[in-house]
């Protein structure tokens, strides 16, 4: 008994030994490298350690829609990963439709897939999710778009990976607040503008369309919301939204704020239609540093965007997922793992140049 115990005590601390050498550090500015660790919410402890990750086997992966690009960014990322380290991986597109996605999500259950990672198409439609792979006792991680901690609680074996949204909405006010005139471009005290939100219904929507105009008003702003309207994440809706709202408000609109790139690219055709200058005389911010956006905030015609980085988070997802596959579970408030975003201004764009 005393040689086994000892035996065992030897194998946990070898094991603590390796985890203290290992990186600590948060994700890489560059934009091109995964994040050497990640924080967990309320410290992260799992209630196992597992042993070296456990490679090969089947991976279903459930993508909301394949015509997002920052999801079309995730998914190849993720399919990449999985592959290079010898899972066989299918990955389905929801069509953003929960229905459908229920019916995928059954259909890799049916095959007896090892582990699953899910996009949700809702939120809401959390639950309904959940209870699918708990009753299967599939290992589940959850992407992009975060359940309340009281639904993931339901079951140990599922962890969500992603960015904490309020951080990328305050990076957005501070975007505004490190302009020369700090947004107020006609000087009249306040800062006027309107937000091109996703979709209102996704929790990310939500927290950056709030604290991207929180951080102002923390910063003792005074702010003008002068429209809010729905875009739904797509390049098309934020042309339109974007052209509607300049012939309404005109020269009063002094900042738009998209709560994606995709958005933002299209509010810019249309700020460009109308004879306005962005960093002049109206300013434009966005989220998740795609190549087609980090290349307008170098050449000027976006003030800038915030890094939602897709391959950090894609390394992340496939880390949590082999722990779970190794027997890590997770307790009641300790399930989401956030991946830190970055600020990219004029400055630093270059630096995120895939």
Known sequence: MKKTLALALAVVMSLGLLASCGPKEPASNSGTNPPSSASQSQGGDASSIPDAPKEGGTVGVCIYKFDDAFMTTYRNSLQEILESKGYKVTVVDGNNDQAKQNEQINTFITQK??????????????????????????????????????????????????????????????????????????????????????????????????????????????VEQLNLTRGDWDRNRGQEIAANDLAQFGDKIEVIFCNNDDMAIGALQSIQQAGRKVNEDIYLVGVDALDAALSEVMNGNMTGTVLNDAVGQATEAVNQMELLLNGTTYSSGNQSVYVDYVKVTPDNAKDFVK
Do not use: H
């Not at 708990?134 to 960015?163: F, H, S, W």
């Not at 490190?178 to 996704?202: A, R």
């Open 113 to 222: 897939v090892d582990a699953l990672i899910i996009n949700p198409v809702m939120t809401s439609a959390a639950d309904q999710i959940i209870d699918l792979v708990k009753t299967a006792d599939i290992p589940t991680v959850l992407i992009n778009r975060e359940p309340t901690a009281e639904q993931m609680a339901a079951y140990d074996k599922l962890v969500y990976v992603g960015c904490d949204a309020a951080q990328s909405g305050t990076f957005q006010g501070e975007l505004i607040l490190e302009t020369p005139n700090q947004g107020d471009i006609n000087g009249d005290g306040k800062i006027s503008y309107i937000m091109i939100q996703g979709d209102p219904e996704n929790i990310d929507a939500q927290l950056r369309t709030e604290y991207s105009v929180k951080a102002l008003q923390d910063a003792g702003k005074e």
